[in-house]
């Protein structure tokens, strides 16, 4: 393979985009050619990849998205960035997130709607992935922050089960959640991804599209906090497939308290993860990170320790649902993507299953009537990461195209 040619490529890729699309906190050209002299041979290899900024890099800035680490550069990668790079993979630069990976925005715009948002927290990535810039975007999710960029710039998103990657080197929030994620314009292309990143050493993955028997659809108790739009999208999706397979409604009813665990467990954990940014650096803070902060330093160690307790009982509940269905379907975001005043859109249809520890895969081909993403999600048992890939691979076929950009 000639990777001084697969350098100019990307190279070419994200300078046509990224003065309007802004999803880099940093690119180099010249470092990006410095590197295709010496890329591994391995299953990576054509494949470039942005590294979301909360995860350590020794050739980039790491700065969380925050003014407090404005050129701070680590020691050494991260062990997830270590993997891809020993798997052939060609580093493309940092892409944007919002500060320390919660609300407040950073600079990049929606592919499809420069005036709206591309989702938060791996809001680079996302839209990176969506314009052909990079082939994987390296992404994070604490409560949302990786399945609502993929469903607002329609691309697909694999949220593995909690634990799943190593994350030395990675700045969490709130660690009972917090994991990292892929982003891809494909379903094949994350199966790869997964494969080196579960590590340590590469151990091919070989899938095929895999049918489920039975199918789970998910209104959630939320269901009303959607858009009309949505609504209509998964509904139709949910005809459509019917025609294919068992598709049966849930009741989520016992799962009602699901978002407030999760929120009070992730506040909590936030005060712990930044309590020196907190007093140190206060005023360099967002007021969206000093709200939750404060909630976080005001719920007692009884109220977290029963949170988790309840958490951990609502798992127990979710792995009986799966002796029944083979895969969840659920809305991956309220709908399609906000405009930027509005902020990175709500995680509300996220909560749940990231407390759950499930693994996500958010996959692209719905769309509003003004032809802007809508994400469908599904959820498979924790563990069964592999499961999940090869139904995803099967609905992805079921799906109609990526939107196509405008």
Request: with cysteine; hydrophobic share 40%.
């Amino acid at each position: 393979m000639d990777y001084a040619k697969l350098a100019k490529v990307v190279i070419d890729r994200v300078q046509s985009h990224e003065t309007t699309i802004k999803a880099f906190t940093q690119f180099q050209p010249e470092k990006i050619m410095a590197d295709a002299q010496h890329i591994k041979t391995g299953p990576l290899n054509g494949l470039s990849v942005g590294i979301k900024d909360i995860i350590e890099t020794a050739d980039y800035n790491t700065e969380y998205g925050s003014a407090i680490y404005r050129g701070y550069r680590s020691v050494g990668d991260a062990a997830c960035v270590t993997l891809l790079k020993n798997a052939g993979a060609l580093i493309a630069g940092k892409t944007v997130t919002t500060e320390f990976a919660f609300f407040k925005p950073g600079q990049t715009v929606n592919p499809y709607d420069y005036g709206r948002t591309p989702g938060g927290s791996s809001s680079g990535s996302a839209a990176a992935v969506a314009c052909g810039m990079i082939d994987i975007g390296l992404a994070s999710q604490t409560a949302a922050s990786l399945t609502r960029p993929a469903s607002y710039c329609g691309v697909v998103g694999f949220k593995p089960s909690v634990g799943r990657y190593n994350s030395a080197g990675v700045k969490y929030l709130a660690p009972s959640f917090d994991a990292l994620g892929i982003i891809t314009a494909a379903v094949n292309t994350a199966i790869v991804a997964d494969s080196v990143l579960k590590g340590p050493c590469f151990q091919e993955t070989l899938l095929t599209p895999l049918k489920p028997k039975r199918i789970g659809f998910c209104h959630t108790p939320w269901w009303q906090e959607g858009e009309p739009e949505m609504h209509e999208a998964l509904e139709k999706l949910v005809e459509q497939l019917s025609h294919h397979v068992a598709v049966e409604e849930v009741d989520l009813s016992d799962f009602s308290d699901g978002a407030e665990l999760h929120l009070t467990i992730m506040a909590y954990e936030v005060a712990q993860s930044l309590a020196w940014e907190f007093e140190a650096h206060k005023a360099l803070l967002s007021k969206e990170i000093i709200t939750i902060i404060e909630k976080g330093k005001n719920i007692s160690r009884a109220t977290y320790d029963t949170a988790q307790e309840q958490a951990r009982a609502l798992r127990q509940k979710i792995n009986i649902l799966f002796e029944t269905y083979d895969v969840l379907l659920a809305p991956a975001a309220p709908g399609v993507a906000p405009l930027q005043e509005e902020g990175t859109g709500s995680p509300l249809f996220s909560r749940l299953w990231t407390l759950l520890y499930l693994p996500s895969l958010t996959l692209p081909g719905l769309t509003c009537s003004q032809g802007l993403p809508i994400g469908s999600q599904f959820l498979g048992r924790y563990g069964q990461d592999e499961q999940l890939l090869a139904y995803g691979l099967w609905l992805e076929s079921i799906l109609p195209p990526r939107p196509k950009l405008a």
